[in-house]
């Protein structure tokens, strides 16, 4: 296996219908100063909009995986053929609608070699109620949207429309192979009304569990986002 293989990292990306967001998501893996990676992007037959957008990237690092939208596939087995198409070593929980900072997965892979452990996540990140406008930081726990992992260490995801990476996260706790970077600036977790789980759970679960960010670093926050929707 060559130096590259070795090292590259596979960023996994599930989307359906929401261009905006996934450009965000898109620019974020452009501007990571980690090399070698791949972003691959799977998304149903019937998403005409998300189908015309990835034509438009010239980017040979962005892969885009179509399936399709009949029979109705559950989140956790579109999770599975993301990660079947990936080509790295390692692979990143890339969510679409979420920001990342250019040093996410430089900060994670370097600390998941160096603690020889087969995954990676951040403990704490930041919170942008998009509804609100404010930010907030989380509390601290496992946050699976966070994962950086090797690929041969990732299970099977269940199938299950949500909560199907939880038993993924368990799994690697519970066996001694997680790993944790403290930067919760590297990962902007953005609740925006139309997430996996919905705003009930997000103002009963999350919210009263984090530290609300001043008015101004939410606006910086925010300004953050807009300039990344741009790729």
């Known amino acids: 296996m060559s130096t590259s293989a070795e090292s590259l990292v596979s960023c996994l990306c ?9 450009r965000r998501a898109v620019a974020c893996f452009l501007q990571q100063s980690y090399h070698p990676r791949e972003l691959v992007v ?22 885009k995986i179509e399936i399709p939208c009949l029979p109705k596939q559950r989140l956790g087995t579109l ?19 979420d920001w990342y900072a250019p040093d996410r997965l430089t900060a994670q892979i370097g600390a998941l070699r160096q603690s020889g452990r087969s995954g990676c996540l951040l ?9 609100t406008k ?13 994962m950086v992992a090797l690929r041969s260490a990732v299970p099977p995801y269940p199938d299950l429309a949500q909560g199907e990476d939880t038993p993924v ?8 192979q997680l790993a944790f970077v403290n930067q919760p600036y590297l990962y902007v977790y953005v609740n925006h009304g139309g997430n996996t789980w919905d705003r009930t759970h997000f103002e009963t679960n999350l919210l009263p569990h984090a530290q609300p960010l001043p008015p101004e670093t939410a606006t910086k926050i925010r300004q ?7 790729c």
């Open 14 to 22: 599930v989307t359906r219908n929401r261009v905006p967001l996934l």
């Open 42 to 63: 799977v998304f149903e037959s019937d998403d005409a909009a998300t189908r015309d957008y990835l034509a438009t990237l010239n980017e040979p690092a962005v892969s």
């Open 79 to 97: 999770r599975n053929l993301a990660l079947a198409a990936a080509q790295g070593r390692y692979v990143a929980q890339w969510d679409d609608d």
């Open 123 to 131: 403990p704490q990140w930041i919170i942008f109620d998009d509804v």
């Open 134 to 146: 404010r930010a907030y930081l989380s509390a601290v726990r496992t946050w699976e949207g966070s």
């Open 169 to 176: 996260i368990k799994g690697l706790l519970d066996a001694g």
């Open 224 to 230: 953050v986002l807009e300039a990344g929707a741009s």
